[in-house]
């Protein structure tokens, strides 16, 4: 009974933390709960574990942070106006969406992790070095792989390594650059990933759920390219399927990447349990009656509506038709890609969200191959998950940009929806100097009011406008925060 009294209270702080819009606070705090807690390897176990619970949480974020700049989304008359500022590039620090505080609040579990899992070791003599590395290679993951989203959302931010765990913390922290943050995170992947567990855990889900090799090989891979450095990128892809444990899933199997999830095509992804309470958003942004978002134009055509040309991925499987100018987002909606079947009960809320998958990293290494000239290879890659799709090959001109636009063309179709769009696109537009970024431009404004089309053109030269402000309030909060220069009015 005191175990488990002293559990609810763990839980009830944390939880309790969570709710305050501070991003700096205090977990567990001073104090009896503190004295009685990280005293065994379950306290470390219960710290990663809400720091994954606390990562999913971030999936209507995932979402939107990674689609609805681009061009594959439109919004409906639901849509929350947050949001639609954000789809229009009416950005402004005032915008609740552009607060960081769930994603310092994931890092400062990880930290916490990390700082007190050794001290719980010289308590517990339970506790061996094969588990607490383990556990600290999750608390490693987790925390780069959401730097890694806070700089492809804001460009510089706070690098916080420390809980802040005692009132000396330093709650004052500058943002520091955005080389200076992946450097760290990439030193942290590299120096951890031989603790990382492969394949060990008793269930799929813990497998596909928790933070394995082929993850760190993934997230490492995802870093590279975003730095261009395409001979990493395929040193990191190769790592996976030397493992020969990922495959593409066959064309009539391709919809269980979202029903049920966890194939052998996942790498990682969010899990999700209605009947536990663990529920992802997804069905409700995108069912027919919630009138939020709905497939672009530029999808449609994308996906060959009038021709029906995508077998596999297109109509009833990543888009549902349901009469003439009426589509929906199916992935997250669906239990079958025949259009018809519904999610139903507590599977409403369980669709897992994919973080990688076999697909998505192949993808990866087809770009860096392109972009090192070796196009026979990039293309064999192309052809094999369009052979999967059921479509037929392209022919593609031998040279970088025409081989860029054809994997971001393929990127969208197989990826459609899983958060990655926004981020390949600008990755596009960085890339040699921002030579493209007339391109990404483009995309960018092709959501934006017609009226407002041309001023924001004329915007979105400066590349910092690509990025979201750091949200107001943290700004007042933390003296030693600079905004982001295109939005300090």
């Given at each position: 009974?005191r175990?488990k009294?002293?559990?609810?209270?763990?839980?009830?702080?944390?939880?309790t933390?969570?709710?305050?819009?501070?991003?700096?606070?205090?977990?567990?705090?001073?104090?009896?709960?503190?004295?009685?807690f990280?005293?065994?390897?379950?306290?470390?176990?219960?710290?990663?574990?809400a720091?994954?619970?606390?990562?999913?949480?971030?999936?209507?974020?995932?979402?939107?942070?990674?689609?609805?700049?681009?061009?594959?989304?439109?919004?409906?008359?639901?849509?929350?106006?947050?949001?639609r500022?954000?789809?229009?590039?009416?950005?402004?620090?005032?915008?609740?969406?552009?607060?960081?505080?769930?994603?310092?609040?994931?890092?400062?579990?990880?930290?916490?992790?990390?700082?007190?899992?050794?001290?719980?070791?010289?308590i517990?003599?339970?506790?061996?070095?094969?588990?607490?590395?383990?556990?600290?290679?999750?608390?490693?993951?987790?925390?780069?792989?959401?730097?890694?989203?806070?700089?492809?959302?804001?460009?510089?931010?706070?690098?916080v390594?420390?809980?802040?765990?005692?009132?000396?913390?330093?709650?004052?922290?500058?943002?520091?650059?955005?080389?200076?943050?992946?450097?760290?995170?990439?030193?942290?992947?590299?120096?951890?990933?031989?603790?990382?567990?492969?394949?060990?855990?008793?269930?799929?889900?813990?497998?596909?759920?928790?933070?394995?090799?082929?993850?760190?090989?993934?997230?490492l891979?995802?870093?590279?390219?975003?730095?261009?450095?395409?001979?990493?990128?395929?040193?990191?892809?190769?790592?996976?399927?030397?493992?020969?444990?990922?495959?593409?899933?066959?064309?009539?199997?391709?919809?269980?990447?979202?029903?049920?999830?966890?194939?052998?095509?996942?790498?990682?992804?969010?899990?999700?349990?209605?009947?536990?309470?663990?529920?992802?958003?997804?069905?409700?942004?995108?069912?027919?009656?919630?009138?939020?978002?709905?497939?672009?134009?530029?999808?449609?055509?994308?996906?060959?509506?009038?021709?029906?040309?995508?077998?596999?991925?297109?109509?009833?499987?990543?888009?549902?038709k349901?009469?003439?100018?009426?589509?929906?987002?199916?992935?997250?909606?669906?239990?079958?890609?025949?259009?018809?079947?519904?999610?139903?009960?507590?599977?409403?809320?369980?669709?897992?969200?994919?973080?990688?998958?076999?697909?998505?990293?192949?993808?990866?290494?087809?770009?860096?191959?392109?972009?090192?000239?070796?196009?026979?290879?990039?293309?064999?890659?192309i052809?094999?998950?369009?052979?999967?799709?059921?479509?037929?090959?392209?022919?593609?001109?031998?040279?970088?940009?025409?081989?860029?636009?054809?994997?971001?063309?393929?990127?969208?179709?197989?990826?459609?929806?899983?958060?990655?769009?926004?981020?390949?696109?600008?990755?596009?537009g960085?890339?040699?100097?921002?030579?493209?970024?007339?391109?990404?431009?483009?995309?960018?404004?092709?959501?934006?009011?017609s009226?407002?089309?041309?001023?924001?053109?004329?915007?979105?030269?400066?590349?910092?406008?690509?990025?979201?402000?750091?949200y107001?309030?943290?700004?007042?909060?933390?003296?030693?925060?600079?905004?982001?220069?295109?939005?300090?009015?």
């Amino acid at each position: 009974m005191r175990k488990k009294i002293k559990y609810f209270l763990i839980t009830l702080v944390i939880f309790t933390q969570f709710a305050c819009n501070d991003w700096m606070e205090l977990i567990p705090p001073g104090g009896l709960i503190r004295e009685e807690f990280w005293k065994t390897k379950a306290d470390v176990q219960a710290v990663v574990m809400a720091s994954y619970g606390a990562l999913a949480g971030l999936n209507r974020n995932l979402f939107i942070m990674g689609e609805v700049r681009g061009d594959m989304l439109e919004g409906h008359y639901s849509q929350p106006w947050s949001e639609r500022l954000i789809m229009e590039n009416n950005i402004y620090p005032d915008n609740y969406l552009t607060n960081w505080s769930s994603y310092y609040k994931i890092i400062n579990y990880c930290n916490e992790v990390i700082v007190n899992a050794p001290k719980v070791q010289e308590i517990d003599n339970t506790f061996t070095d094969y588990q607490m590395q383990g556990l600290m290679s999750e608390a490693y993951f987790i925390r780069s792989l959401t730097y890694f989203y806070l700089v492809r959302i804001y460009k510089e931010v706070p690098l916080v390594l420390d809980p802040t765990e005692t009132d000396d913390a330093d709650f004052y922290v500058k943002k520091v650059t955005e080389d200076e943050v992946l450097n760290q995170i990439v030193s942290d992947l590299e120096a951890n990933r031989a603790f990382a567990p492969s394949n060990s855990f008793p269930t799929k889900e813990q497998n596909k759920g928790r933070a394995s090799k082929a993850a760190y090989d993934a997230l490492l891979a995802d870093i590279a390219l975003w730095r261009f450095d395409y001979n990493a990128v395929i040193e990191h892809v190769e790592k996976i399927e030397l493992t020969e444990r990922f495959v593409l899933m066959p064309s009539g199997k391709w919809f269980e990447l979202f029903y049920p999830g966890n194939t052998l095509e996942s790498i990682f992804e969010l899990q999700f349990d209605g009947d536990l309470d663990q529920r992802n958003g997804t069905y409700g942004l995108t069912n027919t009656n919630s009138k939020q978002y709905i497939p672009s134009q530029q999808a449609l055509e994308m996906f060959g509506f009038e021709f029906a040309s995508e077998l596999v991925r297109g109509e009833d499987a990543s888009i549902r038709k349901y009469g003439e100018d009426d589509f929906i987002v199916w992935k997250y909606v669906g239990q079958a890609p025949d259009g018809q079947s519904v999610r139903s009960g507590s599977d409403q809320y369980s669709a897992n969200w994919i973080i990688y998958r076999f697909a998505d990293v192949l993808l990866m290494k087809a770009e860096a191959l392109s972009q090192l000239q070796r196009y026979n290879e990039a293309y064999r890659i192309i052809s094999e998950i369009r052979d999967r799709a059921g479509i037929g090959p392209l022919n593609i001109a031998n040279t970088p940009v025409a081989y860029e636009d054809a994997i971001l063309q393929e990127r969208a179709l197989e990826l459609a929806y899983e958060g990655k769009r926004w981020f390949d696109l600008l990755r596009m537009g960085r890339r040699n100097d921002y030579a493209r970024k007339s391109k990404l431009i483009e995309i960018i404004v092709s959501n934006a009011p017609s009226t407002q089309k041309r001023i924001l053109a004329t915007k979105l030269t400066n590349p910092l406008g690509w990025y979201l402000p750091i949200y107001e309030k943290e700004i007042e909060r933390n003296k030693n925060l600079v905004q982001n220069p295109y939005y300090d009015f």
